[in-house]
């Protein structure tokens, strides 16, 4: 048990690194994105629409939202100072 605590932990610090701190803008981001999935899902049920390819295409979307957020990051800890490219993304 405690090992995969250790996993977690560094998993968690790992993603803390690539993401930047975490801020109003990002908890709004992760809100959004949470309601979009919900409402996705509502929707398919709603409509007999319901897909599993449908729901992974939109779960790779959100996940390349955060991929944009960690290169905006990584672009700011190389030009130092204030964090331009992360604001703008998040």
């Given at each position: 048990?405690?090992?995969?605590?250790w996993?977690w932990?560094?998993t968690?610090t790992?993603?803390?690194?690539l993401?930047?701190?975490?801020n109003?803008?990002l908890s709004i981001?992760?809100?959004f994105?949470?309601l979009?999935?919900i409402t996705g899902?509502i929707k398919g049920?709603?409509?007999?629409t319901v897909?599993s390819?449908?729901?992974?295409k939109?779960?790779?979307?959100?996940?390349?939202?955060f991929?944009a957020l960690i290169?905006?990051?990584?672009?700011?800890?190389?030009?130092?100072?204030?964090?331009?490219?992360?604001?703008?993304v998040?």
């Open positions: 048990m405690e090992k995969l605590a996993i932990t560094l968690l790992g993603l803390t690194w993401i930047g701190d975490w109003v803008s981001l992760v809100v994105m949470t979009d999935f899902i049920f709603m409509t007999n897909s390819n449908t729901g992974f939109g779960v790779m979307k959100k996940c390349m939202y991929v290169v905006a990051n990584m672009l700011d800890l190389l030009i130092g100072g204030v964090p331009v490219f992360r604001t703008i998040a």
